[in-house]
């Protein structure tokens, strides 16, 4: 077979068969990453990549790479929701960056996030003053969440450690006129 048509029939064959693969694997292999999810992803792209570029490689040794891949990713998140060991060697924590208006510089600095990084996601949100805001969280995907004061007791941050010690939100008082 001619190298650009080894590339067109792999390639789509190929293609093929990781949706179908991914979708039998279901939701969590495509799921907000994280490292362990970073890793199996640049995985899969290069048994992609090498079965569309090379001709030593088979369809089928493509095939079962796949597989095997998304299995283990399977076997590891499926061992991970049931086993905390487990769920603490593949998951990071959450990470409290900013409490109550200050910054946690230790946590800052171990996790290499900047204050602009930090006052950048609380724009996003739409917030102007750091000092309304009672959390940033550095989240296991790599993502900010931003909490403003609360309002109730609900808070978004019990499963954030060191839990906040943050301060209820005073009730505005209205009077009828």
Known sequence: MQPVGHVLVVGILTYVALIVVLRLSGKRTLSKWNAFDFIVTIALGSVLATALMSTRVSLLQSIVALVVLVLLQFAITFTSVRSPVMRRLIKAEPALLL??????????????????????????????????VAA????????????????????????????????EAEEPTHRAN
């Not at 109550?100 to 930090?118: L, Q, S, T």
């Not at 969280?137 to 943050?166: K, Q, W």
């Open 99 to 132: 409490e109550a208006g200050g910054y946690r510089h230790d946590v800052m600095h171990r996790e290499r996030v900047v204050e602009a990084e930090i006052r950048a996601a609380i724009r996003e949100k739409g917030i102007a003053d750091v000092e309304s």
């Open 136 to 167: 940033v969280v550095l989240e296991t995907d790599g993502s900010f969440s931003v909490i403003p004061r609360p309002g109730t007791t609900h808070s978004a941050l019990n499963d954030v450690h060191p839990a906040p010690a943050l301060k």
